[in-house]
């Protein structure tokens, strides 16, 4: 997937005019920010245990929600009117980590804690920005790819792998220039991801899924315009 997504945007870059076959490069059209975000994130999280005794339900199922703060950069060209953009958070976004205590034996009592949390990290965003005729006004859609860090100690044993997911974007935003060149922008997102499932290392009957997957943000971008 990181492969795709590096060849994407080379041929981005290519589509874009800066590259060429005579080496000459041409900034005309070109834009490069930074945004500041803050964001909401909700997910709902179950854990499937498929050798559990019948009649007794193997499902825990938990939703979650939480704030965070972050930034990312981006470069975007103005095709006329649409701009095509890649915008990437070079920070990994963490999630608050879950407690669950197992109590194992009914005789002694003994208790087994896991404990478990997500990172999202190399979270890459290709968008389109269109213009909308009331004064400074634009709409704006993409696709989102995320990798996602299981970061757990389970005392019950094993562990829960890597993986990915992908995603939609859209939003509205305003953008005004402060000065030559230079622009402030300030957009509202929503954002949608994939479900996705991992199954435990020692225990291939035990699987953690995460689905509804969504998130909200509002950002504010510097933008210089060449």
Do not use: C
Not at 64 to 89: C, K, Q
Request: no cysteine; hydrophobic share 35%.
């Amino acid at each position: 997937m990181k492969k795709t997504i590096l060849t994407f945007g080379f041929s981005l870059l290519l589509s874009m005019g800066l590259i060429s076959s005579s080496n000459a490069v041409s900034l005309e059209g070109l834009s490069v920010g930074v945004s500041g975000s803050h964001a909401g994130f909700y997910a709902v999280g179950t854990e499937k245990q498929d050798n559990k005794p019948a009649g007794v339900d193997g499902d825990t199922k938990e939703a979650g929600a939480f704030t965070t703060n972050f930034a990312s950069v981006f470069v975007e060209y103005n095709f006329g009117p649409i701009s095509l953009g890649v915008d990437y958070i070079p920070m990994q976004i963490e999630t608050p980590k879950n407690t669950n205590i197992q109590v194992t034996s009914d005789t002694d009592q003994t208790n087994l804690t896991n404990t478990v949390m997500a990172e999202f990290e190399n979270h890459t965003t290709v968008y389109a920005i269109l213009p909308v005729p009331l004064g400074g006004l634009y709409l704006k859609a993409g696709w989102v790819y995320v990798d996602i860090n299981s970061v757990e100690t389970l005392q019950t044993g094993g562990s829960y792998g890597n993986t990915d997911t992908t995603g939609l974007t859209a939003g509205i935003g305003y953008s005004h220039e402060a000065t030559d060149g230079v622009t402030v922008r300030a957009e509202v997102l929503a954002a949608e991801y994939d479900s996705v499932t991992m199954a435990n290392s020692s225990n291939t009957t035990t699987s953690v899924s995460v689905e509804d997957m969504m998130g909200a943000s509002a950002r504010i971008s510097l933008v210089k315009t060449f």
